[in-house]
């Protein structure tokens, strides 16, 4: 069965009533299938402004879900494998967000604001919605920690721990005023001065890239560039020349001068799709590491989703709790809000 010629023929009989949207980790040959591309934070983007009453997710189950939370009315979101989680998205729940912020307002002197990556749950985006907090990406962090702490707030930064010291290191935070918690509690005594506390979680993906694998590709090429994704460990970022959103990462790809070698660490689809539009460089990726999930999605999956979008049973459609889309929205709405604020001001 050719399942690319299923999909243009779908895309085609359904014009600009459906929208299908790709994470840059997709495989190649869904990804080709794109409307539009990009990281978390341009999906959630185009999702909210979307105009298609269509929206087809290839990515994770938590970005679907985003859409879904981000969707008008009459609006409805499908993804070709629901699933297709995010180990990181599952490494908390609305409970344990809700015991770990109640033991940090005890101990911090400042008024403390949940910081929630994009990786999680609509369940968890809504209970931070309803404590006054928001979402982030890997290309905001920084200036959404940077304003919640020029307002002389505290930050608790969560599910991803690397996200949250790598963004602390980039903003010169002391190390005394971080701290980490995790299911069992912190790591260490929370003290009034702490400013970022940040959850003890991770992406398998990222954390597989080690500082061994950076000098080893120094070793080899000396003259070498190494970019690497926020998610991967402080000493692997701090080690590496460039640590940066995956929109980051493209961004340097496309200014490097040809010749240049470059070591990419993070998702190696992306990696490998880096490396065939930029032939006149040499692009390795620092460690062979994909995403699991991300791979899920295949074209014969999306072409089952696009054959089935109108039956109401549909497998393939991503919905969310009223109130917890509401919620959730909020905590996305908020960052998006905030995002164009901060950028407006400089
Ligand atoms: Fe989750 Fe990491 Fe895969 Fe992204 S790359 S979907 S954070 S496991």
Redesign the pocket.
């Known amino acids: 069965m050719n399942w690319d010629s299923e999909i243009t023929r779908h895309k085609k009989a359904r014009g600009r009533d459906m929208l299908i949207l790709a ?1 840059y ?1 997709q495989r190649d040959d869904v990804f080709a299938h794109a409307d539009t591309s990009g990281d978390s934070y341009a999906l959630a983007v185009s999702a909210s402004r979307a105009q298609a009453r269509l929206i087809v997710f290839c ?2 189950f ?1 970005m679907a879900e985003s859409a879904a939370a981000l969707a008008r009315e009459g609006q409805e979101v499908f993804i070709p494998d629901q699933e297709a ?5 599952d490494m908390i729940d609305p409970e344990q967000f809700q015991s770990a912020l109640d033991m940090i307002t005890r101990h911090i002197r400042r008024p403390v604001v949940p910081l929630l990556y994009i ?1 999680s749950s609509a369940r968890v985006k809504a209970a931070v919605a309803r404590a006054g907090g928001m979402t982030c990406t890997s290309s905001n962090a920084e200036l959404l920690v940077r304003a919640i702490l020029a307002e002389d707030g505290a930050v608790f930064f969560l599910p ?1 721990k690397n996200l949250g010291l790598n963004t602390a290191r980039a903003l010169g935070l002391p190390e005394h005023e971080i701290a980490v918690i995790g299911p069992k509690g912190p790591t260490s005594a929370l003290a009034p001065d702490h400013r970022l506390i940040v959850w003890d979680g991770f ?4 954390v597989r890239f080690s500082h061994a694998d950076v000098l080893r590709a120094r070793s080899a090429y000396p003259y070498s560039r190494i970019l690497v994704h926020p ?1 991967c460990a402080p000493k692997v970022a701090a080690a590496a020349d460039y640590a940066g959103s995956t929109r980051g990462i493209i961004n340097e790809v496309e200014k490097a001068r040809a010749g240049e070698v470059l070591f990419i660490g993070t ?1 190696l689809n992306l990696v490998r799709r880096l490396s065939k539009a930029r032939q006149d460089l040499k692009i390795l990726p620092l460690r062979e590491s994909g ?4 791979n899920k999605i295949t074209p014969e999956k999306l072409a089952a989703a696009l054959r089935t979008i109108d039956d109401p049973e549909s497998p393939y459609r991503v919905t969310v709790e009223p109130d917890i889309a509401r919620l959730s929205g909020v905590s996305l709405e908020r960052m998006i809000e905030r995002v164009e604020r901060e950028r407006s001001a400089v």
Request: aromatic share 10%; proline share 5%.
């Open positions: 994470h980790y990515g994770v938590f989680g995010c180990p990181l998205a990786n991803d992406c398998n993906v990222h998610e998702e995403c699991v999930n991300m």
